[in-house]
């Protein structure tokens, strides 16, 4: 079988969120189980690409509308990831600095088209064209619609929805740049007034998958305007866990962290990076030491941070170290609570200090209000960091409360107190020494490894074999 996913983001070419993960993970162990699992994503400029050696295979000019664009397919040239990586270089649009910016309707599209126009070359056409959020969401309606990709209608285009807030929408009066298509079918774009491409995508995709099943059930009921959609397609859904990759995650081997550690050493070794973490962040590392990962944005629950962490740390003798950066009003919202001694806020992106944070850490806080999937809390089982999570989405189906036989501290639902209380909850745990180190070390086994998903997604493509 010959596959290829289509996306935004692919670890560790260029990573936002966990979608990166996904498509730097996934496809290596698609390859391992006799699946040719390719990636094609945009080159951006980046450490990554500036150190990397791609070769030019494939040249061409794209029309975007009433624009005409020179784009190249570069192939990265070795084989270090484990998968073949092509990039698709369309200079003016998508060699930036970032991934994600003001104008992406012109520049996803740039790439979207320009990866069909190159498919349309292939002499062997994949068998299956796998598509993540909305970015690569017109992909299916182009292959079934425009008239230039007709020869690419009968392969079949799987939807993986990492994340249904944020669904690409832009006016009807930009639908020029959509290569030409039977204009009676120009409801297959629409969503409520405008054109939605992740909306589209649900619509034309063979299958829709999402990040976790119960991620699945709860978009039925709330997915920022398309649960009717979703109801209604709902044949072709299914929920598919998320793995994470081990060979990265793995504290035996990682480079960035202080002190690689097995079940064997865990308790000594996750000391030496906690030892570190405090020294570094100026934080008491006799406390149990709770941490956050992550964008600080309403759906992590970023907006009450301040205030539960300032009664956590009134009510209860810990520390707390935060790793993350997003919306403005959030990030300010920390500042006070750094004169505090207890506390200490890394504002930015760093994947080192997160590796080290995941070693180093006793409890991982996710009060997420919407959490797709949420691979940080299977990271920090991984490293033998207890996860503190509210009970949803990907969450809820990867931890289990302490209270019913489990191994994590689970909460329903968002509120300071509600969180605070789970704190409080951990921390007494943290004082039965032996049992918190028991349990470190159990779920320290817990297989989140990408080989059951990835078998779970091979008999999904096998469903769409005509
Ligand atoms: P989302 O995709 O919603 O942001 P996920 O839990 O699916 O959340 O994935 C988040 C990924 O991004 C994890 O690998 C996490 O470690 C990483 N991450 C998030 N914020 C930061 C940060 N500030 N520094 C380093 N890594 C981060």
């Known amino acids: ?167 690409g929408w832009f006016p009807h009066n930009k639908v020029y740049l959509i290569p030409q298509f039977n204009f009676d079918n120009v409801g297959l774009l629409d969503w409520d007034g405008s054109i939605n491409p992740l909306a589209s995508a649900i619509k034309c995709s063979w299958k829709v998958t999402t990040v976790s099943p119960s991620y699945m059930e709860e978009l039925k009921l709330k997915a920022n305007g398309l649960e009717h959609l979703l109801n209604a397609e709902s044949a072709k859904c299914v929920g598919i866990l998320n793995g994470i990759d081990w060979k990265v995650w793995n504290p035996e081997t990682d480079n960035f962290i202080i002190k690689n550690y097995t079940t064997k050493n865990l308790i000594s070794g996750k000391k030496e990076n906690k030892d570190w973490l405090c020294k570094t962040y100026n934080l008491d590392n006799t406390k149990p030491l709770f941490v956050f990962i992550g964008r600080l944005v309403h759906e992590k629950g970023a907006d009450l941070f301040s205030d539960i962490f300032n009664i956590a740390l009134e009510k209860t003798d810990i520390s707390i170290l935060l790793l993350g950066s997003g919306e403005k009003e959030n990030e300010n919202s920390l500042k006070p609570l750094l004169d505090l001694p207890n506390f200490n806020a890394h504002i930015g992106y760093d994947e080192k200090l997160s590796h080290i944070i995941y070693a180093g850490a006793d409890f991982l806080l996710m009060p997420s209000r919407v959490e797709p999937c949420g691979l940080n809390q299977m990271y920090s089982l991984r490293y033998g960091t207890v996860p503190v999570v509210n009970a949803i989405g990907g969450l809820k189906d990867t931890v289990i409360d302490i209270k019913e036989n489990g191994f994590g501290i689970c909460h329903d639902g968002v509120t300071t107190e509600k969180v605070t209380e789970a704190i409080s909850r951990a921390t007494d745990f943290y004082q039965n020494k032996e049992e918190f180190s028991k349990n470190s070390e159990k779920i320290t086994k817990i297989d989140h490894s990408w080989n059951n998903s990835a078998q779970e997604y091979l008999t999904l493509y096998k469903s769409l074999k005509q």
């Open 1 to 167: 079988m010959n596959l290829l996913h289509i996306t935004a983001e692919c670890y560790p070419v260029a990573k936002v969120g966990g979608l990166a993960d996904v498509a730097g993970a996934l496809p290596k162990y698609q390859n391992e189980l006799g699946i040719q699992s390719r990636v094609i994503m945009p080159f951006y400029n980046n450490t990554f690409t500036q150190n990397s050696e791609f070769e030019k295979i494939y040249h061409s000019r794209l029309t975007l509308g009433n624009n005409q664009l020179d784009f190249n397919i570069l192939k990265l040239a070795d084989n270090s990831l484990g998968f073949d990586l092509f990039c698709v270089d369309v200079p003016e649009l998508l060699y930036k600095d970032y991934v994600y910016s003001f104008d992406d309707t012109e520049r996803f599209l740039a790439f979207q088209i320009a990866t069909l126009d190159w498919v349309l070359t292939f002499e062997d056409k994949p068998d299956v064209i796998h598509t993540h959020d909305h970015h690569t969401g017109l992909i299916s309606f182009m292959i079934s619609q425009s008239f230039k990709y007709e020869t690419l209608k009968n392969i079949p285009t799987v939807l993986t929805i990492h994340n249904a807030q944020y669904q």
